[in-house]
């Protein structure tokens, strides 16, 4: 399903015949808390089960390697040229302090590069064994490469908070369009679903229908006072 068909869903099974409450609850809003609500399941799965099943991976195609000086003050170059991605990646899905990035290698898809965390790469010039392979790391949303041996591209997957925040990136077409089916596995959209109608959406439609109520009555109360 689409994220579109997966927001229409619930918002017909919300309305119930109601007609007013498409008036207050937009398809935005709930396409809101569907991301919200598929990032907390993901996690709890991920915690239970620590397997990353496909139907929530994406891709971000190729992603061009830039080079930039190691510091951090723009203004305050220190001479020690790094390799990073061009583009910011989007935000992944917490995995257990960690990130949510299922692959990270060459454009093939099978020369994977290991990911360290950023402050391991100082101690990497001292190890005889690996310190000339490349090795990946982030810092803040950049994907940086150690040694990357000529490499221009990188390929990068993982599990994204927003799915749709890969629109934005080139995989012969778009990476993510609205016409794709929404990563998430039919078991995950029920429970997405039930989450939604039981709570948040729940609890605002009610308010919604309270204040219209209220409304009612008082144009009620309104018409039947008497005329002077």
Known sequence: MTLDQIAYNILNLLRGGRSSIDEHISLDQIKFNVKHYRAMFI???????????????????CLKLVRVDASKCCSLPVGCPIYRTE??????VRFNFREAITYTGDITGLGRIPLIESQEVAYLPYDKHTKNRPKAYMIEDYMYVYNPNAMEFINVRGVFEDPEALSDFDCGAACYDESQDFPLPADMINS??????????R???????????????????????PQE
């Not at 997405?192 to 959406?201: D, F, N, R």
């Open 43 to 61: 996690r709890r799965d991920f915690a239970r089960n620590g397997i990353v099943t496909r139907h929530l991976e994406q891709d971000l195609g």
């Open 87 to 92: 583009l910011e990646l989007p935000r992944t």
């Open 192 to 201: 997405i679903t039930t989450g939604l109608l039981g709570g948040e959406l």
């Open 203 to 225: 609890i605002l439609s009610g308010t919604f229908s309270d204040t219209e109520n209220d409304r009612q009555q008082d144009k009620q109360l309104t018409n039947s006072q």
